[in-house]
């Protein structure tokens, strides 16, 4: 079993910034080897994709509501991947959720997840 935590999360005011991590609870190797996506609730929607990245950099995607806000990056060595998020949004809040799996991260091909983290983003 791979454990993810997702850390990092809080009330922004647009315009804003955060870093949200997800760090994961096994070994290196073992991180080494999933995609690693983020995935985002808001209240009453359901849970969209926002981006993933696949074992390397080579591979990432972003949803077209944050895409050129948002960028996802990930450490192996420090099994842990994360979120930065620019010019932020009302809209963007919501609970964060890490997940690891196959890319290009359809919510049905994750395998783990975290239990998430609040952004909200108000003045």
């Known amino acids: 079993q791979l454990q993810l935590v997702e850390s990092g999360g809080g009330l922004v005011q647009p315009g804003g910034s955060l870093k949200l991590s997800c760090a994961a609870s096994?070994?290196?190797?073992?991180?080494?080897?999933?995609?690693i996506g983020w995935f985002r609730q808001a209240p009453g929607k359901e849970r969209e994709e926002i981006s993933c990245?696949?074992?390397?950099?080579?591979?990432?995607n972003y949803a077209d509501s944050v895409k050129g806000r948002f960028t996802i990056s990930r450490d192996n060595a420090e099994h842990t991947a994360y979120l930065e998020m620019n010019s932020l949004k009302p809209e963007d809040t919501a609970v964060y959720f890490c997940?690891?799996?196959?890319?290009?991260?359809?919510?049905?091909?994750?395998?783990?997840w975290g239990k998430g983290t609040l952004v909200t983003v108000s003045s």
């Open positions: 990245m696949g074992l390397s950099a080579d591979y990432t």
């Open positions: 096994q070994s290196v190797l073992t991180f080494n080897v999933y995609a």
């Open positions: 997940a690891a799996g196959r890319f290009p991260c359809y919510d049905y091909a994750m395998d783990f």
